[in-house]
């Protein structure tokens, strides 16, 4: 199968492919807001996010030479009227979706079952190829669940998840802010793994406190799965044990950033798109650069070849940065429409475009 | 019956012509419309059943007081209108 980009905009869903240069192929939902989209690899189904806004969050699904189809939205069930639920700034959480803020597949041993996290943060899981889906009360429950707070969002959202290539069942979660999340049973238990991480912008007895840690954005390493990279608000922190995080410190130009990538084959190799933390958010001195360690973060490149230096205020979110199982190609697209691509590990970029609406995420077949 | 418009923007995310509906209330009006449209329900409510936050319905030329759980009274005669608070970019 020709491999393509998916690539989810503000105003659309953009599907890339390489005829010579890799081009539009096709243009899908334009005018409306996709705000993440998947692949699953393991019959080439393609969900799309939809944020209707006035009408609320929708999702659709494609089966391979058919249409796109509705599907069934991850829904809260009802709230008991006696409940009131609250996150940890003590703000009221809504029982209701306001968006699918991760979306990935199952194992390749359990067919049809995909994940799904939203903000507010609950995880949804669905055994029917998104026919239908179900709460994950279990973490919902969780009393250390009501402590997460929303980070840039209103509410706390669950942004990341990895399913472990060793077993299944055993799926981490990426919570902003929440830290980082641990099941071995495929949802019946949930456990914090997130020591070692620091939040500076907390009074000082709270800054390593693991329940209320900023992560951005979580990868785990296909080829070696206790190693673990977060993007994280405070800088970047790697995991070598799969429970416990250590601070990379003096990455050059800035830590700060959202997004996070990691070679399938190479742990010690990550890159990472920074920006000035954490107000401003907007590349250091307006020139975009994506960051590259090949050591396990003791040392860092910084590749401009073919990224705009001068006046560039081009942000990458979390999911608007990916790579592929070759782990030299990799793609990123920014809030002003812009869409790069290497396929030398970042060395040399090209521009795809740079007139898209605000790009949200991106994501090889 | 009642008579219930939906906004045009509505219609190109699911069909939803206007239709003529029971009910004492614009909860029971809406409940009987959604029977026959399931689908249409998720656009115009949330999963707790409350009116979605950017929307806005006119019951016989008043705004719905009750946004959470549509008990404003609605006839056999009653037009209702589910619009929306058009916005963003």
Known sequence: MTQELLVSTRKGFFTLARNGQWQIRNADFLGDNVTLAMHDPRNGYRYAALDHGHFGVKLHRKKPGGAWEEIATPAYPPKPDDVVDTDGWGKVLPWTVMRVWALEPGGPDQEGLLWCGTIPGALFRSNDHGESWQWVKSLWDHPSRKRWMGGGADFPGIHSICVDPRDSNTVRLGVSCGGVWRTRDCGENWELTANGMRAEFLPPEQQGDPEIQDAHMLVQSPSSPDRMWVQHHNGIFRCDDAQTWTEILDVPPSSFGFAVAVHPREPDTAWFVPGIKDEKRYPVDGALVVTRTRDAGRSFDVLTNGLPQQHAYDVVYRHALDIDDSGDRLAFGSTTGGLWLTEDQGDHWREISHTLPPVHAVRFT | ?89
């Not at chain 2, 949330?46 to 959470?68: C, N, S, T």
């Open chain 2, 1 to 89: 019956m009642a008579e219930v418009h939906f906004t045009a923007n509505l219609q190109r995310h699911v069909p939803c012509p206007q239709m003529q509906a029971d009910g004492g209330t614009v909860r029971e009006v809406l409940d009987s419309v959604f029977a026959e449209n399931e689908l249409l329900r998720g656009y115009v409510l949330d999963e707790q059943g409350a009116l979605r936050k950017h929307m806005g319905i006119i019951v016989d030329g008043v705004v719905l007081r009750d946004r959470e759980r549509l008990s404003d009274p609605a006839g056999p005669d009653s037009r209702i209108y589910v619009m929306q608070a058009l916005s963003g970019g």
